[in-house]
Every structure is written in C-alpha cells, then in structure tokens.
C-alpha cells in the first residue's frame, strides 16, 4: 500500500509566492469573490482577514488538493515531487489536473516527462485574448524544479563528460510571442490582471561622451582633406590631322561596300533563324526519344547504361535545347535590341 503524502512547508511557501496575499475580499470575473492566497470557497462580499487567517485558509484548501494527489497518482512519489505537485494542482484546478498529460505521465511511470508537461500549462485569458503569462512561465519553471530536485541532492552530469546537445524536439516549446508580462492589484475590489506597460528606453543625454567628441574631430577633419581644392588638370591636346590621310573611296566603291554592309545582318538573321529552329527540332526528338526509351523496357542497354537511365538523360537534354531555342525565338520576336548600339 502507498503512503498517503501531505504538503509541507515549502509547497506552502511556494504557493504563497506566486498567489499573492489579498486582505480584502475582491469580486472575480465569474461573480465568485477571493480572499486571502487564492481562496474562493468561502469568501464574501466585505470580508477582511490577516494573513495568518489567510494561511489557514489556504491549508484548508490544500487539504483537497492533497487527497486528489493520493487518490489519482499511483506511481510512488517523494515529498519534493509531492510539493511541487501540491502547486500545479492548487493552480490548474483538480478537476484540469485529473484529465492531464502530466498525471497520464506519472501514472505510466515517467516522472521526468510528468514534469515536463507541466509546462503546458502558461496561458490565460486576458483582455479577451488567450496569451501566454510570464507569471506562469516563471511558476511552472519552480514547480518542476522543485519536482525533479531529488531527496538525496543533485546528480553529477559534468560538462566535458555529457556536454549537452540541441534538442530539436523541444523547438515546439519556445513561443512563437513574447510572453505578457502583468501585475494583479491585491487591493482593489475587483480581482482583475492588466499588463505591465511597456518601460521606456533611457533618454539619451545631452552632453556628449568622449568617445562622440573625438568621432566628431575625425569626421570634421576628413570632411576639411575632401573639401581641399585640387590642381587644375590641363586640357587634353587637340587631335592633329594625318600626314597620310586615307584615299576617299570613289562613288561605285561606296555604294558597292554599302550594299555589302547592309545584306550582312541579314545573311547572319536567316541563318541565326534556321539555326535556332534547327535547335528546337533537335530538342523535339531527344524529349520524343527519353520517352520512348524511358517507357519501353525491353529494349537492351543503350551505351552501357539502362534504357529507363538513358531516356531520362535524353528527355533532359532534349528540354535544355528546346528550351533555349524557344528563349532565343522569343528574344527575336518579342524583345528586339539595337545591335548596333551594343
């Protein structure tokens, strides 16, 4: 039979840190009222306590919080695991902690994954948004410290002997937002969060710092060398006509070299043309003939390589020369350039 475990001090503390003590009853969102560190059960309108009342109630609510641990984990437990565990119940509710991963954990017998799904549990509802709380973030992080600190002390994992190593399985653990931070006024009326406004970055002072005013000399005198005049260049000499000047060319010469000129571009166009469509042709039947080797299997080997291999290699290059033939077309048709001024 397991022994029957009950909160100690330090879970008491623990709660008490992260709940906040409240001498005056405060009206929560659902109409219910709180007092004290937490307690719900019977706070009133008006009621006012010290915080040694508010501790007993708290004990009175643990006493549930305990029986629900006893009762629902069957695995044994130590009194750390047990503290920490007080905690996380008292916080989620019994009801949320009877249907969750880290009671399932602990139940199969994996304390160390029960403590990491502890951490599932870091948002809250505020201002009509569901975020994650970084009081929450910083509570869960004690809980689950004080759940894997062992009753005998710590084990030795030296660094040069298991230095650690990124663990990709845990990305999903890091949010994708900031988590909010937020402040619970304790003696207000109404038990309500806010968030924390966002502090201000420091102003910048006035008066400059010694290492600004001698950047400021440098910059000053750099500016004073780029400034400086430069010597005039001289002009650059005038060209000087040829002692031997070029025969002119006579009229036939000219209008003959002409018609020359002007039937190159157009030699050179019909047979860049009749080239390119060659080229895609070429394409055509490489992409026809991958097919067909790629499909019929029974051929033999082609060039030492399988057909299924051979036709793969055809189809590709038959897409790269098709595939420049069609580029170069286009460029010919619908992009034309002034060759001459190239």
């Known amino acids: 039979m397991r022994p029957r475990l009950s909160v100690t001090r330090q879970a008491v503390d623990l709660i008490k840190a992260f709940e906040g003590f409240r001498a005056r009853a405060a009206r929560l969102d659902d109409g219910r009222w709180t007092i004290g560190y937490g307690h719900t059960h019977t706070a009133r309108e008006g009621a006012k306590i010290a915080e040694r009342d508010g501790e007993a109630l708290l004990l009175y609510d643990l006493i549930g919080v305990a029986h629900t641990i006893n009762e629902h984990v069957y695995t044994p437990l130590n009194q750390n695991q047990f503290d920490a565990l007080a905690s996380f119940v008292f916080n989620v509710g019994e009801r949320a902690f009877r249907g969750s991963p880290t009671l399932r954990r602990l139940n199969e017998g994996r304390p160390l994954e029960a403590a990491l799904a502890m951490e599932l549990w870091r948002k809250s509802d505020l201002e009509g948004e569901r975020i994650i709380v970084d009081a929450l973030v910083r509570r869960r992080a004690a809980e689950k410290a004080l759940f894997l600190r062992p009753m005998t002390g710590w084990m030795p994992a030296p660094t040069p002997v298991l230095p650690p190593r990124l663990d990709y399985d845990a990305i999903g653990l890091i949010p994708l937002t900031t988590p909010v931070a937020t402040r619970a006024d304790l003696s207000g009326e109404r038990a309500v969060a806010a968030r924390e406004p966002a502090e201000e970055a420091p102003s910048r002072p006035e008066t400059s710092s010694a290492s600004e005013t001698a950047a400021a000399a440098v910059i000053e005198r750099l ?46 166009g019909l047979l860049g043309l009749v080239g390119v469509l060659a080229l895609g042709f070429v394409g055509i039947g490489l992409l026809a003939l991958g097919v067909v080797l790629h499909v019929q299997s029974q051929y033999d080997q082609v060039l030492g390589v399988s057909p299924h291999t051979a036709g793969l290699v055809s189809a590709i290059i038959g897409i790269v020369c098709f595939s420049v033939a069609a580029y170069l077309v286009l460029d010919r048709l619908g992009l034309p350039r002034d060759r001459a001024s190239a």
């Open 223 to 268: 500016e004073a060398l780029i400034a400086e005049p430069t010597a005039p260049q001289a002009e650059p000499p005038k060209p000087t006509e040829p002692q031997n000047p070029a025969r002119p060319l006579h009229t036939e010469e000219f209008v003959k070299l002409d018609s020359i000129v002007k039937e190159l571009p157009r030699r050179r």
